[in-house]
C-alpha cells in the first residue's frame, strides 16, 4: 500500500473503480437468462381468481421483461423494458409492453406460462397461446428486469467509489477523512486486512485487492438493493443462478490466471503424496482436477441458495395473511400483525445476511486466489 497503512490510496481505490465497471458492463447482458418469469400473477381476464401463494413467490424471485411497479385495483402498472430477438436471421426490437403482461403475442411471440420455458420468450402459433413445435433457434437477448438492476448496480458503485477515491486525491492521507470516505473505508479496509491479507501471501495481495473490492461491493449492494420493496429496488439480481455462475466464473478464471507453477504442482504431481496414488491410476490429480471445478460450483451455490430462500421465507409471511383471509377475513385480520411483525425481523436478519454472504463469497475467492500463488517452500 503507498501512504499510510490504515488508508487505501487512491491508485488502489481506481483499480477497484476499474475492475468493477469492466467487470459489471461485460457481465450484464448475458446475466440473468435462465428462468426469466412474468410478474402478472393475480388476475385471470377480469374473473376472480383464487390467491395464488405458490406462483406469487416463484414470479416475484424470478426474472421479468418488464418491472412490476404497483397494482391499483385492476390497474396493473409496470415498467416495459426492451425486447431484443432474433429469429431466422431477423431482428426483433420492441418494449415488452406488447405482450400485456405475457397474455397476448406479438409478431408470433409469446410468453410461456408453463413447461419448461415458463416465463421465456418463445415462438408461438396464430392463436397467440400455443408454443410452435416446428420453431427454430430463437435468440434472447431482451433486456430483463435483473440486467437493469445491475445496471443501475453497476453505474451506482462506479460513482461512488470514482467520488471516493477523488475526495482520497483532494484531501491526501493525512487528513482524517469524513462523509462518504469515513463510511466505505472500514468496509475498504475490512476486504483488505481481514479478508485478502489473511489468506492470500502478502506480496501478491495488491494484485487481487481490485477485484475483491469489486466483487464484495457488487455482491453487498445488490443484496440491500434486493431487500427494498419499490423501485430501483426489489429485483432478486443474487438470487439469480444464472447471476452467481457468473460471479463465480470470473473468479474461476482469474485464479487460474495468475496461478503460479506451485498451483500446477500441487494439481498434477501433489508433493507428500505416494506414487502409487498417482500412477499407474491417477487418483489425486483426477480428485484435484475435480476439486477445480467443484470451487465454482459452490460459490455459486451458496449464495444463490442463501439469498432466494430469505426472500422466499419474507414472502410467504406476506402470502400468510391473503391465504388465510381467503378462507376466513377474521383469520387473515388475526395473523396480519404476526406476520409484519415476522417480516420486519426477516428484513434485519436479511440485512446481516446481505453483508455475511458477500463476505463469504468474497472470502472463499481470496482463499482460491491464496492456493493458487503458494509459496515454493510450501
Keep these: 500500500m503507498k501512504g499510510s497503512k490504515n488508508r487505501i490510496s487512491y491508485f488502489d481505490a481506481k483499480r477497484a473503480g476499474i475492475v468493477l465497471m469492466l467487470v459489471l458492463f461485460l457481465a450484464s447482458p448475458c446475466l440473468a437468462k435462465l428462468e426469466p418469469g412474468a410478474e402478472e400473477s393475480g388476475k385471470n381476464d377480469g374473473k376472480e381468481k383464487k390467491f395464488d401463494a405458490g406462483k406469487v413467490i416463484i414470479d416475484k424471485i424470478l426474472d421479468a421483461y418488464e418491472w412490476h ?20 436471421g431477423k431482428w426483433y426490437f420492441f418494449l415488452s409492453h406488447k405482450f400485456h403482461h405475457g397474455k397476448k403475442a406479438y409478431k408470433g411471440f409469446g410468453i410461456a406460462s408453463e413447461g419448461s420455458k415458463r416465463g421465456r420468450i418463445i415462438r408461438v402459433l396464430d392463436d397467440g397461446k400455443t408454443p410452435d413445435p416446428n420453431a427454430s433457434f430463437l435468440l434472447d437477448i431482451s433486456i430483463t428486469k435483473n440486467v437493469v438492476s445491475i445496471i443501475i448496480a453497476s453505474v451506482f458503485l462506479c460513482i461512488l467509489l470514482i467520488t471516493v477515491a477523488r475526495r482520497y486525491t483532494h484531501c491526501g492521507f493525512k487528513k482524517a477523512p469524513s462523509g462518504l470516505p469515513a463510511f466505505l473505508e472500514p468496509l475498504i479496509l475490512f476486504v483488505r486486512d481481514d479478508i485478502a491479507r489473511s489468506v492470500i501471501p502478502e506480496k501478491e495481495v495488491e494484485r487481487f485487492l481490485p477485484y475483491l473490492l469489486s466483487l464484495f461491493s457488487v455482491i453487498f449492494f445488490n443484496n440491500l438493493l434486493g431487500l427494498v ?16 455462475l457468473t460471479l463465480a466464473m470470473f473468479t474461476f478464471f482469474t485464479l487460474h ?49 442463501n439469498i432466494t430462500a430469505g426472500h422466499m421465507i419474507i414472502l410467504g ?56 500463488v503458494p509459496e515454493e517452500h510450501h
Design 257 to 305: 490466471l495468475f496461478a503460479n507453477k506451485e498451483y500446477w504442482k500441487h494439481i498434477f504431481n501433489t508433493p507428500g503424496v505416494p506414487f502409487w496414488l498417482k500412477l499407474p491410476l491417477p487418483l489425486m490429480p483426477v480428485i484435484e482436477l475435480v476439486g477445480v471445478f467443484v470451487k465454482p460450483i459452490v460459490l455459486t451455490l451458496r449464495l444463490f441458495a
Design 69 to 88: 411497479v404497483a397494482d391499483f385495483g385492476d390497474i396493473y402498472i409496470s415498467i416495459p423494458l426492451p425486447v431484443i430477438l432474433m429469429y431466422e
Design 317 to 372: 409471511f406476506v402470502s400468510l395473511i391473503f391465504v388465510l383471509g381467503a378462507t376466513a377475513t377474521s383469520m387473515g385480520l388475526a395473523v396480519a400483525p404476526l406476520s409484519v411483525v415476522f417480516v420486519i425481523f426477516m428484513n434485519f436478519l436479511e440485512l446481516l445476511v446481505a453483508f455475511i454472504q458477500a463476505y463469504v463469497f468474497t472470502f472463499f475467492s481470496a482463499i482460491f486466489f491464496g492456493m493458487a
Design 229 to 244: 420493496p419499490f423501485f430501483p429496488g426489489g429485483a432478486n439480481v443474487t438470487g439469480n443462478i444464472s447471476v452467481t
